[in-house]
């Protein structure tokens, strides 16, 4: 077993169709999966930070069995049929509220929605790990979530997993299901965001609204801000990058796990 402090995640998670794909995406977030189990063993439990639960306040849950939510509209029965039975962890929920103190309470009225569940179906297929949910707070400022990162950081060295889903790029309202790709907005942006990641140049992260196409790339903040957590959780760790891509015009698929070898 690898005992050192286990390593951070962000990863895009697009279309919620994406639990049921089997593609070159998925199998890159079965490899990152792989690769934890086989650096560190199984995380403890794995807290996530999902751009879905956008909350007035930050909260985190607390419940032994948190419910599956079906969060989207219109989608075959297939998917609402899908289930990721992952049970909850008590001892990470007190870990978080040790971590954070008042400024995060329990909420219980939510579960484990589709940003978590469609990606982690293919990391950790078995559900055999615990997941709490850790919302994404409307009041906090960049330098805010960054900082409530830095201070989720000593979970890891406890065998948490923290984990966040979003999207560097996510304009619902720009998506194009003819374009495979992405627009050059977009991948401007996701390509310097990126950059920025890999150097550590977080300053320009922190001010993301600055860039010439954050309008198009960041209309609302919701899917953008669990990067900013992850980005203080890493530390100094390097990035491991994957999923680099953008799709359906106004969607970045990319991911950044800090602290993994790439194998």
């Known amino acids: 077993m690898n005992e050192r402090k286990m390593p951070v995640v962000f990863s895009g998670h697009g279309s919620p169709m994406l639990a049921l794909e089997q593609s070159n995406a998925t ?3 079965k ?3 792989d690769t934890i189990t086989a650096q560190y063993e199984k995380p403890k439990a794995i807290l996530s930070i999902s751009a879905h639960w ?3 306040g930050l ?3 607390s419940s032994a069995e948190p419910e599956q939510v079906y969060d989207m509209y219109g989608f075959p029965q297939e998917l609402y049929d899908f289930k990721y039975p992952a049970k909850g962890s008590a001892e990470l929920t007190e870990s978080v509220l040790n971590a954070l103190g008042s400024r995060v309470s329990v909420n219980d009225e939510w579960g484990i929605d589709h940003g978590t569940w469609t990606v982690l179906c293919h990391m950790f297929p078995e559900a055999d790990i615990p997941v ?8 906090l400022t960049s330098d805010q979530c960054l900082e409530i990162g830095r201070l989720l950081a000593p979970l890891r060295s406890e065998g948490f997993l923290i984990f966040a889903s979003g999207n560097v790029v996510h304009n619902l309202g720009r998506v194009d299901w003819s374009n495979a790709g992405g627009s ?3 991948e401007e942006f996701n390509a310097d965001i990126t950059n920025a990641v890999i150097n ?3 300053d320009e992260i922190l001010r993301y609204d600055k860039h010439a196409y954050a309008y198009y790339a960041v209309p609302t903040p919701e899917h953008f801000l669990p990067l900013l957590y992850i980005l203080g959780a890493a530390g100094d760790d390097k990035p491991l990058i994957f999923n680099n891509f953008c799709n359906l015009g106004a969607i970045a698929m990319t991911g950044f796990a800090f602290g993994l070898k790439d194998e």
Not at 132 to 139: G, I, N, P, W, Y
């Open 27 to 29: 199998k890159e977030l």
């Open 31 to 33: 490899r990152i999966g």
């Open 54 to 56: 956008y909350t007035e």
């Open 59 to 61: 909260f985190v849950q």
């Open 132 to 139: 709490v949910q850790l919302s994404v707070s409307s009041r």
């Open 184 to 186: 050059p907005m977009a």
């Open 200 to 202: 550590h140049r977080y």
